[in-house]
């Protein structure tokens, strides 16, 4: 495997402790992550670090070990709190990510908006952390890229 490490970002509950689980296939539940965790390739920022922009020091220096900025949108909420080209600040390679594209209030279309606001023109991944709907394909391209 390349040099890299995919880091995550998004608000508090958008599901980025489960998708890591996911993508490492660990089996055991997701805890809320308190502070910057590591796990294997990929690293998992709390929710407060996207939703204050006092913590976005921490962001910016923990993406000097990262090779990819993988941005989760939860597919329930209405909001996005980063500010717009929030991904053009990071010399990363910039990845969007629905997450609860299952849940019965889910709105897709909402959340790509909302996402594109922050990404611009960068894939965007719809996933499932329930059925693992997307899941694979995320993981492919990841590795590929790091």
């Known amino acids: 495997m390349k040099k890299g490490k995919v880091m995550l970002i998004g608000p508090i509950g958008s599901g980025k402790s489960t998708l890591t689980k996911r993508l490492l296939e660990d089996p055991t539940p997701a805890v809320k992550t308190q502070a910057l965790n590591y796990m294997d390739w990929i690293i998992d920022t709390p929710g407060e670090y996207s939703e204050n922009p006092l913590f976005y020091r921490s962001l910016i220096a923990t993406a000097l070990e990262a090779r990819i900025l993988l941005i989760i949108q939860d597919a329930t909420r209405h909001e996005q709190f980063l500010p717009p080209n929030f991904?053009?600040?990071?010399?990363?390679?910039?990845i969007g990510v629905i997450t609860k594209i299952d849940h019965p209030n889910a709105d897709?279309?909402?959340a790509e908006k909302l996402l594109r606001q922050v990404l611009s023109n960068h894939s965007i991944y719809k996933i499932s952390s329930i059925t693992l709907l997307g899941i694979p394909d995320l993981k492919a391209a990841l590795l590929n890229l790091i």
Do not use: D, R, V, Y
């Open 87 to 94: 991904a053009q600040g990071f010399p990363l390679i910039p």
């Open 108 to 110: 897709l279309e909402k």
